[in-house]
């Protein structure tokens, strides 16, 4: 840790170095995956979750189909429709972390809030004494 951080938790009451230290841990990789169902976003996050899922299994499907056809324009119509499959849950994973991502920039936000705030606190009361 550096200075400033040992300074901060100098002036941190109790229950405010707990919301900081709260704040600054790092959540799991799953927790983080369960926490983009949590706030605003949560249908659509849950949503974009079974769209990922069938478009997977439409993916398997069309899959199958293509390598068991002999017919050239059916394998093309099966292999792309297999490739736009998987695109789409690229792009769906790409939201899901980006949805993570955010989250994790607003836990920073936070922390960086309430840190401006303890140490605005602290300024007040020792220009006050």
Same mark, same amino acid.
């Given at each position: 840790m ?6 901060i ?9 707990? #919301? ?12 983080? &995956? @369960?926490?983009?169902? #949590? ?5 659509w996050?849950?949503?974009? *979750?079974v769209?990922?899922? =069938? ?14 056809t ?17 695109? @789409? =849950?690229?792009?769906?994973? *790409?939201?899901?972390?980006?949805e993570?991502? #955010?989250?994790? +920039?607003i836990?920073? &936000? #936070?922390? +960086?809030?309430?840190? *401006?705030? =303890? ?11």
């Amino acid at each position: 840790m550096t200075d400033i951080d040992e300074e901060i938790r100098k002036a941190l009451a109790g229950s405010e170095l707990e #919301k900081l230290d709260a704040l600054a841990e790092e959540p799991g990789m799953y927790a983080m &995956i @369960f926490d983009i169902f #949590k706030g605003k976003m949560r249908f659509w996050n849950l949503y974009a *979750m079974v769209l990922s899922f =069938v478009a997977f299994g439409f993916a398997l499907w069309t899959g199958w189909n293509f390598f068991h056809t002999d017919d050239a324009h059916m394998m093309a119509l099966w292999g792309t429709g297999m490739g736009v499959s998987i695109f @789409f =849950v690229a792009m769906l994973k *790409m939201w899901f972390w980006m949805e993570m991502n #955010k989250n994790t +920039v607003i836990r920073e &936000i #936070k922390r +960086v809030e309430l840190q *401006m705030a =303890v140490l605005s606190n602290a300024l007040r009361e020792k220009e006050g004494q």
